[in-house]
């Protein structure tokens, strides 16, 4: 996911606003010996990614063939001239937020990629301890921590806190990969921020959380959003 | 009955061997009470103890108490005394003895004197029994002796202990299983009963492991593995998993709300909290398929240490039954549950035993209801697991011979279709046309395909897979014959006709003048393919049955001239000739299907003549 969205920002960043030239003519276009596939790469390698985007051509080329038709394309390709959106002509922020917009398909053999329809993250943190700020977990390490769980309303649903000092010497803090879908979203977003020895608390919104669903059969109910007070001991 | 001069000389027989064998072992035993331990000799020993068990087995218990007991003879006992266990036992399990109270008395003497390793013998080979109530009286007898023996052995109690658990195991492993709460409460066999004994029996082990495991972790800083094996932990660990397996598998544990104590409940909670204690952490147990664990250098590997089955069954205890839920984190994703559960339910659903089965649908239903709707990714098809369970599902829907069962698979396949994205559906539903060769499955995913369009269809929802490029292909697979004009249409029935009523909704949803699904263009194909060759099968089979079914009946109507002659009734009533009358139901209900099928066939030609003609 994340090796995809690299991709497409040092490509767009690279390439230089060269004068791009017009080509073909509309007759060579019109003619059914010419491939869609041709117009299209050409709009591809060539167009800003904001141009792209609205002309629905992003993505693999045979699906952008499958579903545009060639007057569509023709049309793109006479606007990419008209508007001279071409690559590169774009301030880098705006490249970025694009970017982030994209739905991108990628296989990923670890944990499926979730969608990425983002909007803002869907959780605060608020820092209450600061931790060593050297730190910090990387994708895959793993992390060691301490945390209670409370709904909105207060109720305790979650804590491996135990309730003694002495018992804390006896019992071992959860452990677990970091940034791999293994636990709740809001989890992996935020433990990658934090640092060892950070205490912070986190308030998770449901989709990044338990959702529609909730936890059945717990103290869990659907559309919960979720307080956590996270103190991370270790990085792997 | 014996005469009484025969009563009377076995009496006096036995009195008389009786009154041998004491004679003996008061013999033995004065000769010993001078001598040093080292210098009682090999006969001693024999005589001892064959004089002395004959004495019990005879009757004598009283004097034998009295021998075991004089101060003078502590050195022998505790040499020599342990051989007495065997008939003491018998007497002990039995109960009906009258020198029940006596020899009580001489086995805890015993208990207390004797050297922890010969006892454990003594106890251990008295634990196999045959049937069950003795298997079980015997176990609630041994268990605290065992336990305080045990106790006495020090730091090298461990492989003890599991010889001991593990005979133990074996002999519960021979007690019948209360299936029904009411068998449980009653608890006729004492299963029950022998679980709450085993716990109490390892518990003072538990704690010396939990000990251990802390003054280990007290020496070490941090410790990433265990890097000193503790033997305890692992003998510890070894009955965990066994008990998990059985008779945890085994058993339906009942819910609080079902039966408010349950021995069975207790049982699995407190094996739960065991684990827990060794330290071993029960959601690194549960998520362990998914979990690459460090090879412990211990004495046992991986695959031995964690059978597969107790962890499934584990999974099983921690999901569907919540126990120990309390201190079970709830960070988890549900996806990733979803994944970890996989195994379990593979292995569980991969075996025909209907308790097995069961808990496999269950734990997939429970695995499944926290996932959203179309949110699972289609790149989870990938893994094996996600292929191999529909596929045991399949088995389980067709061939379980219990009806709850197949219908509850049924439920939850599709379930697990309905938390699919759309392309993962469209990749599943090829998936299972291919390999479930079950007409009634096929009919199943025909129908789900035909949902799917719907949805696609609607504003909004449209998508590549069921309006879009991929569809034709996956219609070319579902609107086909699999043995053209030759296909048995009664064997492939449901297959045909959820074919047909996907065809018929499709000319009827799918304008002709919209043709999002590509239906129209294809259609002089599917002319081809699928309705001129099953036109002419209709006929065919039709033809066939109507020829079947007319001598069918001209036999039956030649039968009853014969029968007019000669008639067989019982009472009033003349039986009549059931082969030949369900034969001909049968007949008539296959031609009645051919009709069925040519209905469907003769609308939709109505519908797509009558657009064709429009579209001219």
Known sequence: ?236 | MKCPVCLLREDKARLKTAGMALEQLSDVVQRCQALPEDRYTTEDHDVFTISGRTCIEEGNSAQVLSIVLDEKNQDIVRCMGWNLLPPLIQVLVKKEDKKLSQCLAIFNHLLQTCRPKELLIGLLEQLEQDDPDTIATSLHLLLNPLQKVLLCLGSRKASSLGMTLSSVLDQVAKLPLPHTKEQEEDDVFSLCRCCTDLIDFVKPFVHEARQNLLNTEARHEREQGRDNEDELQTELLKFCMKTLSHPLLEVQLKDPDTLAVSPLRNFATEILNTLSAIGESVPSLVYQPLLKRKQVPGFLEEEVRYPKESLASLAHLVFVHHLAADTFPSVFSPVFCLRSNMEHICLLLSRTEEFRIQKGLELYEKSLVRVEDCSLHADLLEIKTFLTVPQHMVKVMTICPRHDLRTRGLKVLQLSIDKFDTEAKYNLFQYMLKTSNHSGVEGYVIKNIKNQIDVALQPGNSNTWFVGAHLLPLLRKVLSLPDGPETDLLHYLDRVMESLNLLRYLVIRDKATDNQTGIWTELYKIEDTFLKPLRVGVNMSRAHYERELHNTMATTRAKAKEESVLSVSVGDEKLPNMTSESQIQALHSALHTFDMIESVLVRIEELTEGEGKSLD
């Not at chain 1, 793109?76 to 774009?90: D, I, M, P, V």
């Not at chain 1, 977003?189 to 919104?205: F, N, P, V």
């Not at chain 1, 338990?210 to 717990?218: A, E, M, N």
């Open chain 1, 1 to 236: 996911m994340y090796a995809q969205e690299d991709q497409i920002q040092t490509s767009s960043l690279t390439k230089m606003a060269d004068e791009v030239t017009r080509e073909w003519s509309d007759e060579q276009l019109k003619s059914d010996a010419f491939p869609k596939k041709d117009i299209i790469t050409f709009i591809q390698d060539n167009a800003a990614h904001s141009f792209l985007n609205e002309h629905k051509l992003l993505g693999n080329i045979k699906n952008v063939a499958k579903t545009a038709k060639k007057e569509q394309l023709i049309i793109a390709y006479n606007q990419l001239f008209e508007s001279k959106k071409f690559k590169g002509t774009e301030p880098i922020e705006d490249v970025t937020e694009q970017v982030k917009a994209v739905k991108i398909e990628v296989k990923s053999k670890e944990a499926p990629a979730e969608v990425v329809d983002e909007g803002p993250p869907k959780y605060t943190k608020s820092v209450l301890k600061k931790g060593d700020k050297t730190n910090f977990p990387k994708k895959g390490e793993n992390v060691s921590c301490w945390y209670t769980g409370t709904l909105e309303d207060g109720t305790v649903f979650d804590t491996n806190v135990p309730k003694t000092e002495r018992k804390k010497k006896q019992t071992k803090p959860l452990t677990f990969k970091v940034g791999l879908g293994r636990v709740i979203r809001g989890w992996d977003e935020a433990l990658l921020t934090m640092s060892k020895g950070e205490i912070a608390r986190l308030e998770i919104e449901p989709e990044w959380a338990y959702g529609r669903k909730g936890l059945p059969d717990s103290k869990i109910p659907p559309n919960a959003k979720l307080i956590f007070e996270v103190e991370v001991v270790a990085v792997d």
